[in-house]
């Protein structure tokens, strides 16, 4: 059961690491979007957001820092949310069901990545390989789940 983990980590880590390289390939466009939807420095807010993705990402796939790297991720889902998903503003009904997709969605996968910042990434970790390895306990004096 415990090859599960790095199954979860890979299927939940693989849209963030693509679509946070899609922020700098796709800069232009997906900083319309952000401005369009009100978003403050959206040329910056998308590559802050762009790294935070593929850092946060690869931090969980290889369960390295990955609680830190869910946090990020968390953080952004919240964000885009509630900041670029507003179906609530949207007159179209067509429209606001897609953007009501897209919010639910992003609550959903935020969900998960605060299972993974309390649980942390599990075992098949490169982290929990080296906790394997006796170097102690974690923040505050806490021991650390494998």
Known sequence: MGVLAPIGRLLFS???I????NHFFQLEALTAVAQASGVPE????VLGSGVALVVGGLCVLLGVFARLGAAAIAIFL???AFM???FWLVPDPVQAQDQLI????NLSMAGGALFI????PGPF?????RRSEGLGSGRLGMPLRP
């Not at 970790?125 to 390989?129: A, D, E, H, I």
């Open 14 to 16: 693989a849209i963030f």
């Open 18 to 21: 693509t679509s946070g390289l």
């Open 42 to 45: 959206p040329h910056w807010a």
């Open 78 to 80: 919240l964000c885009a």
């Open 84 to 86: 670029v998903h507003r």
């Open 102 to 105: 897209h919010f639910m969605k």
């Open 117 to 120: 910042v309390y649980f942390g």
């Open 125 to 129: 970790s490169l982290r929990g390989r």
